[in-house]
């Protein structure tokens, strides 16, 4: 059983900066990949980027790559959504997400298969606005 516990969301300016936490917890969470997802009223849950907790290997979706960067933090359990050069359309809750390593326990197979929107746990969400 992994929990994840996200903060940081708010509003924020057109161009600004936000960073989210997802505090993980569980006897397993180094088993897992980690990830960030987003969902916009009125659309579905998007896949925005996923890490190993090693951060050797990550994964972008194309809207936010360039601008947004996941990072971890081994010894604090957490992980990091670091958002800049935010947009109106960047406005969503946002929400943690773990995926098993499984065999043959590649963390790119894992990101990949979390890209796919097939994740084993969800956090609850934290809310970004982004106003124009």
């Known amino acids: 059983q992994v929990q994840l516990v996200e903060s940081g969301g708010g509003l924020v300016q057109a161009g600004g900066s936000l960073r989210l936490s997802c505090a993980a917890s569980g006897r397993t969470v180094s088993r897992y990949v980690m990830g960030w997802f987003r969902q916009a009223p009125g659309k579905e849950r998007e896949f925005s980027a996923a890490?190993?907790?090693?951060?050797?290997?990550?994964n972008y979706a194309d809207s936010v790559k360039g601008r947004f960067t996941i990072s971890t933090d081994n010894a604090k359990i957490t992980v990091y959504l670091q958002m800049n050069s935010l947009k109106p359309e960047d406005t969503a809750v946002y929400y943690c997400?773990?995926?098993?390593?499984?065999?043959?326990?590649?963390?790119?197979?894992?990101?990949?298969?979390?890209?796919?929107?097939?994740?084993?746990?969800w956090g609850q969400g934290t809310q970004v606005t982004v106003s124009s």
């Open positions: 890490s190993s907790w090693s951060g050797g290997s990550t």
């Open positions: 997400a773990a995926a098993e390593l499984r065999w043959p326990y590649s963390a790119t197979q894992a990101i990949n298969r979390m890209n796919a929107g097939l994740v084993d746990y």
